[in-house]
């Protein structure tokens, strides 16, 4: 599967008062590049079935800056599996201002469903899951 890709516009309330992009909304482009690429191949970060509620909670999320993304910069953000775990999915994620490399951050997901008592527990990643995921890995 080649690169999923997304695009995204940056707007005046991600910036500084310098029209600079801030640094924190990265992660929330990050989350909005996850969510798409999951709905790509069939999925979300987080559903519910059979009465029971499934997700993907980040568990590890860092980011690279290499150069600033400023108000009304249209962002590609690139999106590869770089590893699937038993339990965990994590990605790679550019962000691309036509050929500029702006950033690269790395997102770790684990599988999770709800319990009885309202909390999250991790399970392994069903076959059928793994496989689309892993036809998705860069690897």
């Not at 996850?34 to 980011?63: M, N």
């Amino acid at each position: 599967m080649p690169h999923f890709r997304t695009t995204r516009r940056v707007e005046f309330g991600d910036t500084d008062m310098a029209g600079i992009m801030h640094f924190s909304n990265f992660f929330k482009f990050l989350e909005v590049a996850e969510t798409s690429f999951l709905h790509s191949i069939g999925y979300s970060v987080t559903w519910q079935a059979d009465g029971v509620r499934y997700g993907f909670p980040r568990v590890s999320v860092k980011c690279d800056f290499f150069k600033p993304a400023r108000f009304e910069d249209v962002l590609t953000m690139e999106v590869r599996v770089a590893k699937v775990g038993t339990k965990s999915v994590s990605y790679v994620m550019t962000f691309l201002r036509g050929d500029d490399k702006l950033a690269e951050g790395l997102v770790t997901s684990v599988l999770c469903r709800g319990t009885a008592h309202g909390m999250m527990e991790s399970i392994e990643i069903p076959a059928e899951m793994r496989a689309i995921l892993e036809a998705a890995s860069v690897h």
